[in-house]
């Protein structure tokens, strides 16, 4: 036999303690794990699942989630699991959001990079051995051959 299955309670109180309050915004920051692209979403496991923070805090606090629908922050920070702060929309209204808000490119560049433009502008211009270069700047080898294919950083 494993083990029992945590009730919605137990969870609640889980989410709970992983998280501290940013008290100029009202956000409750998960404090656990962290998945996405930037990392800029918590990571929750319930009933054997892992999902993020702030969907796992939807369905414990406010309520089911239609199939198809995204929660949404209305305060952009993708780490809040404040209940008051997220809302149900589809995909589209999460990207009419994004853009009324002026974040449909927010992934670009400098703001969400370890790199900066000149260190980029380094590594096109380097020779040598990849991995060389990957270490001298502390990213991967790959990311050092999409950069001076211009597969990333196009911008520059």
């Known amino acids: 036999m494993g083990t029992p299955t945590p009730t919605k309670e ?3 109180d889980r989410l709970r303690e992983r998280y501290k ?3 100029k915004r009202g956000c409750w920051l998960f404090t ?5 692209t930037f990392k800029q979403y918590g990571k929750f496991r319930m009933w054997k699942k892992m999902t993020t923070a702030h969907r796992a805090a939807y369905l414990l606090f406010v309520g089911d989630i239609p199939e198809g629908m995204d929660v949404c922050h209305t305060c952009d920070v993708g780490v809040c699991i404040n209940p008051s702060h997220l809302f149900l929309g589809t995909k589209f209204d999460n990207m009419q959001d994004c853009v009324r808000k002026g974040r449909l490119n927010s992934p670009r560049g400098e703001r969400r990079s370890r790199l900066t ?3 980029v502008i380094e590594i096109r211009n380097a020779s040598g051995p990849q991995t060389k270069i990957a270490r001298k700047y502390k990213i991967a080898q790959t990311t050092v051959s999409a ?6 950083w196009r911008h520059i």
């Open 32 to 36: 656990g794990g962290r998945v996405g």
């Open 21 to 23: 309050l940013d008290p």
């Open 147 to 152: 950069i001076q294919r211009r597969v990333n």
């Open 117 to 119: 433009n000149k260190q």
């Open 10 to 12: 137990v969870l609640a």
